[in-house]
RNA sequence: GGCCCCGUCGUCUAGUGGCCUAGGACGCAGCCCUCUCAAGGCUGAGAUCGCGGGUUCGAAUCCCGCCGGGGCUACCA
């Protein structure tokens, strides 16, 4: 294959839960690769578990992707010359090569059942040898079964493949026993589907999690043994790690769902700049990167061999910069979906005092609930009414937006003999029943002048 | 257990034998600004480069051993 033709590469998502966290990051590294070779991003579900597989999961993998703009060119959903991309729907092709493997004698039926299997595997622990399977159907099959799986006869040797992250990587196939390639329920396994498919499917390379870098050659010797080319190059990405420093999993660790970061406000754009530096790093001090600019950036070479811990901290200080990097009238455009109560133009004259205050979106939330929600009056001493009293004469003939409001409030507070501080505080008190809030006059202007004015009044009456 | 990958501030990282009294970012602390909270500005603390041996005039950088973490070792993917 000549250097200068196109890459072909791609994701094989399974659909057995929410989309996941290491997904986005796999696909982002393909687009990257893709792109910035002019190639082919192809999306493929690897849905060959029947136990866990469900359509809705599939819908969330196109769902949180299109989100964060890593769109694909070829997929079950859209097509391309090697449909189809469903691995449900390609049974009949990994029979075939199964059968094929079987007929030329590199493959074979097993009839053992779990019980025996595990037996093995149990006396092989207690003889302290590593485990292989005995090869006892191969050479010895039990009679009078019917139901059975397909095995792999491993032929062993030297495994040689280039990694892009890791250069010449070596493994010693006869450490590896016959693996089964065709469950029992006539599904293939993924060690099985997805060779296959890469090979007819044409990838020129295969980019994916670090956790497949021990299955690289269980692949490769299927793809000899099939006949098929092998892809160029293999790259395998350094695991996002969580917290206690194990790989990020579904089962264990259910922030790394994807729906959840679009729920909480990270805006797609920043999240993808921060995947790109959880193991890799341009070798330059800039920490803030367009797509493209992350396309001309990215290497392989650069690329980090240890895992990365997720850190939410830097991913909100991110966050943040791109919020506030967006002009007001993106910014509430963005913003209204998480506050629906909040009408347009009221959004709009809270945005700018916003913009410095929101890591995620939908801290928004907390800012602003105080317009549909009635706050607890809270009971004020006799100090502070008066100043209320003063607050409400200073702001009722004012024009009701932030800036007279606040020339008007520093009037009275000068007025008051008191600082902003004890003049300011027990009014976002009574108007929002909270310690924070925006400044003061947007607190104030955001609300409605009747409801504004009505609740300070009311706070005053409940003391009397 | 076997095989594979990895090991620099709390975290993400720069670093490929002398430019390293180990740089940056997030976070953290203090100060400034300030009506709260942020944002912003300034300053600062924070890494005996996992440990022990070598090689070398000189090692975070090369070699060996050990320790530690992770992954794979499934009729999950």
Redesign the pocket.
Known sequence: MAVSDPVRVRI???P?GFAHLGTASTALYNVLFARQRGGTFTLRI????????RPEYEQLIYESLRWLGLDWDEGPDKGGPYEPYR?SERLDTYREEAARLIKDGRAYR?????E??EAE?KQ??LE??????SRRCLNNPPEGRT???V?FKVPGGDIKFR?M???E????GD???D??I????T????????PVDDALMKMTHVIR???????T??QLMLIDALGYERPEAYA?M??I?AQ????L?KRKHPESNLALFREQGYMPEALINYLA?????????Q?IFTIEQLVGAFTF??????????????????N??YI?ALSDEELARRIKPFVPQVDESTLQRAVP?L?????KLAQAVD?LDYLWTDPHPPAIDGEVAPRVGMAIEAVQHVEWEPEPI?AA??KA?AESGV???????P??DILTG??????????IALLPKDVALFRLQRAINARD
């Open positions: 094989a998502p399974s057995t690897d849905d060959t578990d029947m136990e866990r597989n691995q097993c009839y053992c059942t779990t025996e299997l595997r092989a622990q302290k040898r590593a485990y292989k399977y139901v059975f799986a095995r990694d992250v890791r250069g990587m070596h493994f010693d450490l590896i026993g693996f089964i065709i469950k029992s329920d599904y293939p396994t993924y060690q099985f589907a997805s999690g670090e956790e497949h870098l021990s299955n050659p269980y395998h350094p695991l790690l206690d420093g194990s790989k999993s530096l959880l193991g890799w790093n341009p070798g330059t001090e920490e070479e650069r690329v980090q061999h240890a895992g990365a811990r997720f850190d939410w901290e830097k991913l909100n200080w991110i943040g910069e506030r005092a913009k410095t205050r929101l890591h800012y606040e409030l520093e507070v600082g902003k501080g004890k003049f300011y505080n009014l976002r909270k310690r924070v809030s925006l400044p003061i006059h947007f607190t």
